[in-house]
């Protein structure tokens, strides 16, 4: 893991948090069969914030965040997401998913589609965008991700880094109000992390409510407004980067520190 600093200014003065709700999370249970993977989670996420989730390996991150968008179903407590229920209710689904942007520590890109295939294929099929407009909203967020010069090639033929940003150009053309990001540089060469965090960096400064599990402390420090650490299912601790990073309360949050810093 690395404390990879960002060699930018990173401008936080658009990063502003307003007192409007994203994403209440209220009491929420998880199991896999007999295993409690989450336990009693609670967790009210405003928009506009930049939110870092850490901890270690198989404590929860990934599930907590693919139960915003119902990747994984929780069986107790309650998830709402601008203020609709995420319940068994499809509609409800359908419509907390076109809100809800994701993407993965493998970028999950369709091999056999070009890279503006790639973002013009659910804009197209799922919101019946017609197919010049989403051809024009995808050329507009590869423009923004830095490479527009690569839609007409395949996956296969981009580094790693240039898929991650093709990832998050995808999910931008669904026009998401808030971004969840799973390790999504931790399958990258350290020199392409940089190239998929300043992208993330200026979606952050663009107001986007992002909810980032990442290594990457150097991030959390700079952009993130909260930090949460997970163990064992549950938020340990959360709080702002730099009370977090320098007076950690929990003995489990320190020894975490103390293996990663
Ligand atoms: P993290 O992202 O923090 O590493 P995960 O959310 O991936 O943790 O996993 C939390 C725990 O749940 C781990 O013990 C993992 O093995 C387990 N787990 C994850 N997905 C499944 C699944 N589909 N079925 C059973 N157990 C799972
Ligand atoms: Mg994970």
Not at 101 to 118: A, D, K, R, V, W
Not at 187 to 201: G, R, S
Request: proline share 4%.
């Amino acid at each position: 893991m690395s404390d990879l600093a960002l060699d930018r200014q990173i401008d936080r003065s658009q990063m502003t948090v307003s007192d409007e709700v994203a994403i209440q999370i209220t009491k929420m249970n998880k199991w896999f069969g007999t295993f409690h993977v989450l336990r009693d989670i609670d967790l009210t996420v405003y928009r506009g914030e930049r939110i870092v989730i850490a901890g270690p390996s198989g404590s929860g991150k990934s599930t907590m965040i693919r139960c915003i968008n119902r990747l994984e179903e929780h069986q107790s407590g309650t998830i709402m997401v601008d203020g609709t229920e995420l319940s068994s209710d499809l509609k409800n689904i359908d419509k907390i998913r076109s809100e809800v942007g994701m993407c993965f520590q493998h970028f999950n890109l369709f091999p056999h589609l070009t890279i503006l295939e790639n973002c013009t294929l659910a804009p197209i099929w799922v919101r019946k965008i017609p197919k010049r407009e989403a051809e024009a909203t995808a050329m507009h967020f590869l423009e923004k991700v830095k490479i527009p010069e690569q839609a007409h090639k395949y996956p296969g033929q981009l580094s790693g880094g240039q898929q991650q940003r093709v990832a998050i150009a995808r999910s931008l053309c669904m026009k998401p109000r808030i971004m969840l990001f799973d390790e999504p540089t931790s399958a990258l060469d350290p020199e392409m992390i940089k190239e998929v965090l300043d992208t993330m960096v200026e979606l952050a400064q663009e107001g986007m409510t992002m909810i980032c599990v990442t290594h990457e402390m150097g991030f959390a420090r700079q952009v993130a407004n909260r930090v949460i650490f997970m163990d064992a299912g549950q938020i340990v601790e959360q709080n702002e980067p730099e009370a977090f990073f320098n007076n950690p309360q929990h003995e489990r949050t320190k020894l975490f520190l103390s293996q990663i810093l």
